[in-house]
């Protein structure tokens, strides 16, 4: 069985300051790790996978995430957080072993003040 | 290319009816997978299908079912529906099983 963890229901920052969400995940083989945002009333969309390669993903929007293999964790992170970053992240798995079906998180609500 | 479509984006029943909802993937993709999101229970797996055949299924009754055509569109269809079945119902389409991309989703309310 494969699972997402993320810690927090909500990460409140301002506006400039960097921004985290955290993801941990468990998973038999090699996990995909991906992660999406999704706005008030809409679908998800993707911000960066991670599949192999370097551990330090760059994605949409100025967001990136670092793998950590010893961890479990690939936490997402960015350097200035702008309001319009205000939203609920979900981080995913999938795996060659589980014909590569997502299993999300429960999802972070990341509300940025200015 | 055009997104993941879905059709209709809202829809509102009442209990013991039936709906089908539709999805449109992006040109060249053959994998659809749907997914049912609520406030309770989050994002959870309900199927997918590959070239018109399903290859996995999560665990939901057997009042949703679904189905692919050859053009790769597909529906989901909810029988004798009940209120917990209010929820944000996403599409999503691949390539290759690894890259999903999302539709915006249909908004199903079951008064």
């Known amino acids: 069985a494969q699972s997402v963890a993320q810690p927090e229901d909500q990460v409140n920052v301002a506006e400039g300051n960097p921004l985290t969400v955290k993801c941990t995940y468990s998973v038999s083989g090699n996990p995909y790790l991906f992660w999406y945002v999704q706005y008030p009333n809409r679908g998800l969309q993707f911000l960066l996978k991670y599949i192999t390669g370097d551990n330090l993903v760059k994605g949409s929007y100025g967001f990136e995430a670092e793998f950590n293999k010893s961890q479990t964790s690939f936490h997402l992170k960015k350097p200035s957080a702008l309001v319009s970053d205000s939203a609920l992240y979900f981080c995913a798995v999938s795996s060659p072993s589980n014909d590569y079906k997502l299993s999300f998180g429960a999802g972070t609500t990341v509300t940025v003040r200015a | 290319k055009a997104g993941v479509t879905q059709t209709p984006r809202y829809l509102i029943k009442t209990r013991g009816q039936q709906v089908t909802l539709s999805c449109s993937p992006i040109s060249g993709h053959r994998s659809v997978s749907w997914y049912q999101q609520t406030p309770g229970q989050g994002l959870q797996f309900l199927f997918e299908?590959?070239?018109?055949?399903?290859?996995n299924k999560g665990n939901f009754p057997g009042r949703f079912s679904g189905r692919q055509f050859s053009n790769s569109r597909s529906e989901m269809n909810v029988s004798t529906l009940e209120l917990g079945d209010s929820a944000l119902y996403l599409c999503a389409s691949s390539y290759n099983d690894r890259n999903w991309f999302f539709g915006p989703g249909t908004r199903l309310t079951v008064l």
């Open positions: 299908y590959f070239s018109e055949t399903q290859r």
